[in-house]
């Protein structure tokens, strides 16, 4: 087996750009809404198929191993080349989950068909009642014998009906405070008392669920870590998910657009265009180089602090920003849905606008973040 | 070594006292402090070793000035060791570096860059000033302003047209036909309006002329507004860390202010901007310090004013809100760091101004 960590950072990506350009469907590239399975699971066969699905994982489970720094070159390559993001929560969420808490029999069912696709994740953590304030969730397990019993509902989960398992947090006591009584399950969507139904979102598409629970009994040893202690379980990989969240190419698809269809339309005779324009592409390199500087953090093997929400701040608020001017542009045509030509550059002024949208919502609102970096970063006072 | 040398310096908490009290005083700055600055290298840190400097770059240059700026120093260090020295530096009079250098290193020879001669207009070409043959020299006529450094400057360096070409001249105070008038600025500073009226310069004082004089010119202004952002910085560091202080310690409705959530935001915001300018800030001059060219050069230097100048007015602005009516009192600090971010924000070229350069080197 390659040991990729071993290879100079340059061969590395030139091996993994040639991989991406040759392999990844054309049609799938910078695509502005979340692919569904049937469309991407030839490319996942690809990658698992060359043992390159699962970078993150070690090697005695299929997986790169990279370190960090190979890490980010992979995910700066599959960004470059515009390569959608697949189903991947098994792989990015559930599969380190279960190697840190999960038992030696979790580890030997879930992770090689999780590897291979037979097992497609999504995550069941939001609930009608529990949105920024997660942990006052109320989906309810009750032991029975060898079952917990699960009854409640869990939303905004994207492509649930993409899905074969779900991995949940639900209460298991009562009583106790808050984070304390809330436990981590993995569970087949196949499973009775499971009904699960699409939301249309603002795009038209339906990309997230609500999925029911209705006595739904799921054997014990569905349990990852402690009964009691699914908090920790599920807080344990937050920070390196607001790294990935805050990167900055999120927002190249609509500076491009709104670079050509500017030049198209002849906007950069005006001074006041010209100065916003310039102004947000700024605010997007800057932005860079604020992530470039927790980046090496992570190369040096540095934990990443609270500090790092910051960035989830500014380059989804920076990503809105442009858009809004994208369709600001676009006039009458700005608000025309599909794709538009205006000077020989086809756009779709409004996709991007939408996709931006949620940004600033899903993983912790930017107001969430806000707090996070008021109490743990700034040491204000807590109310 | 360079960030505890400046610390030292500065002392536990800014002396801004002293500050206050050379306000609006016609000698501006401190000759004592500027002789201890010049103890400590300083002055030449971008002045090569064999002119007595230490041959260092904008990276540790900015060290200095941010700390410096944070205790809001009036000392002219941007005006005399990076825009005078590197014009002196980057010239091709011999003879001059040889002897003025060391004495600017030294602290001895106070030198200030008079370019400029039109407010907002940033071009060194534009200029009227004029040097014309005269026995064997040059008569210099013209007015430039907005000199920064000018107070207790004891020569400049001139920026004038011989025919077709671009010259800089070095002009001691003294000579005759040369007159400086102080005009007062925000932050108690003033700047300077050199006037020459038939003043006599040897050839042996031509610094450089023609396209080295342009090239010399364009990399000290860019490297001078580059460590303006570094200054701003400084400033932008001490206005929030004021802030967040009196949001900790400041009690209304019978709690800190700060455990409301509305200023929580703000005061997020703000250090996303002062994070925002510092890692720009240092990635810049990093890439500065590689020597890129012109075009290149000039970018970097119109990314990191634009960004910090932004950053600054917001972070002082906002300190003045969020402290309430005592912020806008005169003998409350914030105010002070507000004053010196507005002036270091529009000398050599506001944000707008930069993002228009920063637009017309990048979109081709």
Known sequence: MTDYNAMGDEDFRREIRGFFE??????????????????????????????????????????????????????????????????????????????RFGT???????????????????????????????????????????????????????????????????????????QRGISFLLVGLKTPGITIRPIRNLAGHEEFCEVFYDKVRIPRDALVGELNDGWTVAKALLGYERLGIGSPRRPQYALRRLESVARAKGLFEDPGFADRFTALKLDIEDGATLYGRFVEQVKRGEPLGHDVSMLKIWTMETWQRLTELLVEIGAEEGVMTGVREIGGVETDFLSPFYYARPATIYGGSSEIQRNVIAKYVLDLPSG | ??????????????????????????????????????????????????????????????????????????????????????????GENGELKTVE????????????????????????????????????????????????????????????????????????????????????????????????????????????????????????????????????????????????EYLRTRVQFGKPIGSFQALQHRAVDLHIHRELASAVLDETLGALDRRPDPGRRAALASRLKARCADAALKITREAIQLHGAIGFTDEYDAGLYLKRALTLAAWLGGASWHRRRYARLTLG
């Open chain 1, 22 to 99: 040759r392999e990844y469907p054309p049609h799938l590239r910078y695509i502005l809404q979340r692919a569904r399975w049937p469309e991407v699971k030839d490319w996942w066969r690809k990658l698992y198929e060359k043992g390159w699905i699962a970078p993150n994982w070690p090697r005695e489970w299929g997986g790169m191993a990279l370190d960090a720094g190979k890490m980010v070159i992979y995910l700066e390559e599959l960004e470059r080349h515009g390569c959608t993001r697949p189903p991947d929560q098994g792989i990015t969420q559930v599969g380190p989950l279960i190697m």
């Open chain 1, 104 to 178: 030696q029999a979790q580890k030997d069912h879930y992770l090689p068909r999780t590897l291979s696709g037979e097992y497609i994740w999504c995550q069941g953590y939001s609930e009608p009642n529990a949105g920024s304030d997660l942990a006052s969730l109320q989906t309810s397990a009750v032991i029975e014998g060898d079952y917990f019993v699960v009854n409640g509902q869990k939303i905004w989960t994207s492509l649930a009906d993409d899905a074969t398992h779900c991995y949940l947090l639900v209460r298991t006591d009562k009583q106790a405070k808050k």
């Open chain 2, 1 to 90: 070594m360079l960030a505890d040398s400046v610390s030292g310096f500065i002392g536990r908490g800014p002396d801004l006292a002293r500050v206050r009290k050379l306000r609006d005083d016609p000698r501006e700055h401190d000759p004592a402090i500027w002789k201890q600055m010049a103890d400590l290298g300083w002055l030449g840190i971008l002045v090569p070793e064999r002119y007595g400097g230490l041959g260092l770059g904008l990276a540790e240059m900015a060290i200095v000035a941010r700390g410096l700026a944070r205790a809001l120093a009036p000392e002219p260090l941007t005006a005399c060791a990076v825009l005078a020295a590197s014009v002196l530096v980057e």
């Open chain 2, 101 to 244: 250098l060391p004495k600017l290193v030294a602290g001895d020879t106070l030198v200030a860059l008079a370019w400029q001669e039109n407010a907002g207009v940033f071009d060194p070409a534009a200029i009227h000033c004029r040097a014309a043959p005269f026995e064997g020299g040059y008569k210099l006529s013209g007015t430039k302003r907005f000199v920064s450094g000018s107070a207790q400057a004891d020569a400049f360096l001139v920026s004038a047209g011989i025919e077709n070409e671009l010259a800089l001249l070095w002009v001691p105070r003294a000579t005759a036909g040369a007159t400086v008038a102080l005009e007062p600025l925000a932050d108690g500073r003033s700047f300077g309006t050199l006037t020459l009226n038939d003043a006599l310069v040897p050839k042996s004082r031509v610094v450089t002329a023609g396209a080295p004089a342009s090239a010399a010119l364009a990399l000290a202004l860019d490297h001078g507004a580059a460590i303006a952002g570094a200054e701003l910085l400084g400033v932008m560091d001490r206005a929030l860390e004021m802030s967040l």
